[in-house]
């Protein structure tokens, strides 16, 4: 597992040192999510982050699994509502 409470620009060869050390699952954890923020950049030296419209959100799964991961454990501030749990199903096909 890898917490991605880490620099964005940091994901491919953190990912790829997990592989090489014999990883099988590359799990990305503690991914922030706000499908209601405004979506803005994500700029290096920031944690990765889904607070963004789901559109946005979407595309930066579609980037964590191009990267190599294999799950996606995401947290969502406050209370989940049945809205919300279905709005974070949607990002990924």
Known sequence: MMSLRVLSTELAARRQR???????????TNIAVDLSAPTTALPDGEPFHLRCAPRDAAERMRRLAELGFDEAILGHR????????????????
Do not use: C, F, N, W
Not at 21 to 28: E, K, P
Not at 78 to 93: I, K, N
């Open 18 to 28: 997990y592989r090489a050390a014999g990883g099988t699952r590359a799990i990305a």
């Open 78 to 93: 406050g209370g989940q509502t049945e809205s919300d749990l279905a709005a974070m199903r949607t990002l990924v096909p």
